[in-house]
């Protein structure tokens, strides 16, 4: 497989992990944004330093000075090519689960067949194994392509037509919504609301509308809609397909 972005052992959390260079996923990526500035921007809001990153001082070639680096887990870059919304994302996000799979492969203890017929049947076995997780990463790269699209769509839809287009019933997409830390209800109120980090990170927006009363009067009605973006996020989280 070649090595389109360079893993390393690191420490996360106490733990030796495969980690990506974080300044080498931003290469990748063609970020024009500054470095420092795109990494706080992605990690401030959805990831928690010593769970899904790291980070660690690291001397420059040309410098004395020792200069801030992050160590992402695989799972944190995959999140984080994914909503680069480009198609160098895609094609980071498919590379990282393939070196997923990969890690898993040479994980497993090395067993040495005793006979002919168990060496044909251990190589039977990988062949089959090896089918699966191409077939896998086949289905795989539609599918984050079509979440790509999802998420650089026009507009927002309200969370009932959120959940038809991720095929939940309402309710099980609010019980999720509100379960997961993305909306709440403050004492009292009918409304839902959308938690401060999910706006800022373009997942959720809210819509004011004016509705004129019987009377005359009118009020002023809050509504929190599901974004592209955050649309997109649902569905990898809960690995649903939608269609674009």
Request: with cysteine; charged share 25%; hydrophobic share 45%.
């Amino acid at each position: 497989m070649n090595e389109l972005i360079t893993l390393a052992r690191h420490e996360i959390g106490g733990e030796q992990v495969q980690a990506v260079n974080a300044r080498n996923l931003h290469a990748f990526l063609e970020i024009r944004k500054d470095f420092s500035d795109w990494i706080k921007a992605q990690l401030s809001d959805l990831f928690l330093q010593g769970i899904d990153f790291e980070v660690f001082p690291q001397k420059g070639e040309n410098s004395t000075r020792p200069r801030i680096e992050y160590a992402l887990t695989i799972e944190c870059a995959k999140h984080i090519a994914m909503m680069s919304r480009t198609a160098k994302g895609v094609e980071a996000r498919n590379y990282f689960i393939a070196c997923e799979r990969r890690a898993k492969l040479l994980a497993k203890a090395v067993h040495i067949p005793q006979s002919l017929p168990e060496a044909l049947r251990l190589a039977a076995d990988e062949a089959e194994r090896r089918a699966a997780a191409e077939a896998q990463l086949a289905i795989a790269a539609p599918k984050a392509e079509a979440l790509d699209r999802i998420a650089t769509a026009e507009g927002s839809l309200c969370v009932t037509d959120a959940a038809k287009a991720l095929q939940m019933k309402p309710r099980e997409l609010f019980n999720w919504l509100s379960g997961n830390q993305w909306i709440y209800r403050r004492t009292g109120s009918p409304n839902w609301i959308a938690y401060q980090n999910r706006l800022q990170a373009g997942l959720l927006e809210h819509k004011v509308t004016t509705v004129e009363r019987n009377d005359g009067s009118e009020k002023v009605t809050e509504q929190v809609r599901v974004t592209p973006k955050g649309l997109a996020k649902i569905a990898e989280d809960l690995e649903i397909a939608v269609s674009a």
